[in-house]
């Protein structure tokens, strides 16, 4: 950080305020503090019957994989309602959201993911500018290979196994870096 966003100086320092604990962007000219925290993203496992819907990412990163939908949540909404503007906007699905399913840290990306269950309430559905196609999968023919991001191909056995014994819980992890 070279500049104070809320003055303009250029006296911005790294050092650890008094009374934290750990190294904060401050402005030596007006005492504006930087937090810098995590991003959350959420999104929904849709499901219809025994298949779940996947999207293939027409976006950087992961171009050509496939996902769940979901993406950053924005400043004024609910998880929930950010979770069902990523599925409009990525594959223009009107679901209705069951609970929350998964949550995941990802530190080292400084990312949380809050993915929800959620049924599919039309077929009505298809690629958004973010998606390349959008495909309804049974477990036995999800690519699990393509699959673009490890907390997806977690979220996505995670539904599988619970559809099995048909009891679905919220599931919870850390997905480190990888070695």
Known sequence: MKFCSQCGSNAVTLSIPKGDDRPRHICGNCGAIYYINPRVIVGVVP??????????????????????????????????????RE????????????????????????????????????MNFGPGPESLEVELFREDEIPWR?????IMHRTLEHYFEDTRIGQYQLHRGVINRKL
């Open 47 to 84: 499901y219809v019957g025994d298949k779940v819907m996947l999207c293939k990412r027409a976006i950087q990163p992961r171009l050509g994989l496939w996902t769940l939908p979901a993406g950053f949540m924005e400043s004024g909404e609910t998880s929930e309602e950010g979770a069902l």
């Open 87 to 122: 599925s409009w906007e990525e594959a223009r699905a009107s679901i209705r959201v069951d609970e929350l399913y998964s949550v995941y840290d990802i530190p080292h990306i400084n990312q949380v993911y809050m993915m929800y269950r959620g049924e599919l309430t039309d």
């Open 146 to 150: 393509e699959i673009a991001f490890p």
